[in-house]
């Protein structure tokens, strides 16, 4: 039995499951909740973890507490976004504020089987089997999940931009 050096762990892991949490919910706070409550829960459960799927582990944990908080508040409300403060000039800056709001939009309009296999695929690499074991579903379907998922923003980024698909 290999022991996880939980430091290690989170030092590596930490940023990457934060930031699918946000994509999962739109809200910095609930996403650095789902963070923590995701560690918490693999300190308890260390000795069943296998290094070589941690990331999906982590992620599915992450993604099964989302949908856990989305069951206790029986509402789900409008994703939020951060604005993107890097750009200097306050033109640039607003364009892409309202890019990233749109895509948020976008990205919540999916469906929350297609958002969380398209995440755990772009952001993370997960792969396909992983992304398929996390959310109980056949190879296969995650592949599919994933490809709708992308076509889906697509037409919506070129419904934006006023071409029809």
């Given amino acids: 039995m290999v022991l996880i050096d939980f430091a290690t762990l989170y030092e590596r892991h930490a940023a990457e499951v934060l930031r699918f949490s946000f994509w999962l919910c739109g809200d910095r706070t ?32 992450a993604r099964n507490l989302f949908l856990q908080g989305i069951a206790r508040e029986r509402r789900r409300g409008e994703l939020e976004s951060e604005p993107a403060d ?47 074991s996390a959310l109980g579903i056949s190879e296969g379907a995650a592949k599919v999940k994933v490809h709708r998922a992308r076509l889906k923003l697509a037409e919506a980024r070129l419904r934006r931009e006023g071409v029809t698909p």
């Fill in 86 to 132: 890097a750009a200097p000039d306050p033109h640039r800056r607003a364009e892409e504020r309202d890019e990233l709001a749109a895509v948020i939009a976008d990205m919540g309009a999916l469906a929350e089987p297609e958002r969380a296999a398209l995440l755990m695929r772009a952001t993370a690499d997960i792969p396909y089997a992983d992304i398929a």
């Fill in 30 to 61: 609930l996403a650095e909740d789902i963070t923590a409550e995701t560690f918490v829960r693999v300190w308890t459960a260390r000795e069943r973890v296998d290094l070589a799927t941690v990331t999906g582990y982590l992620l599915a944990i």
